[in-house]
């Protein structure tokens, strides 16, 4: 498995989907770790797909979180009545600005069309 950091995209929706979805089934059967900070606006497919992801890890007893999850990616969920638990959303309070965030260790899960305007 990849020790990289996988990053949800900005807009996180039926355009972006596919590619997470994609992702994670790459991933399953081990421990899942996701960074939402960057998500600027998440729709009921992207969360779809974290609530389920979060019961499929927990029924194949594996860990799945997502981390630093942004205010936007919070309040996407509270709109639908998701509890931040149910979408693996853990806090560990605000993203260290001061990590190193080298391009080699990140997966941006995000769409080509995002990754070439960032």
Do not use: C
């Amino acid at each position: 498995m990849p020790d990289d950091n996988l990053y949800l995209p900005e807009h996180f929706d039926g355009t972006t989907v596919s590619q997470v979805a994609a992702e994670l089934l790459g991933r399953r059967g081990h421990p899942v770790e996701l960074n939402g900070e960057r998500v600027k606006s998440a729709g009921a497919l992207g969360l779809q797909i974290l609530l389920s992801a979060t019961k499929q890890w927990k029924e194949d007893d594996h860990a799945f979180r997502v981390v630093h999850a942004s205010d936007d990616l919070i309040q996407a969920g509270e709109t639908l009545g998701l509890t931040q638990s149910e979408l693996g959303l853990v806090d560990l309070g605000p993203a260290d600005p001061g990590a190193d965030m080298g391009e080699d260790a990140d997966t941006d899960l995000g769409t080509e069309e995002e990754q070439v305007a960032s």
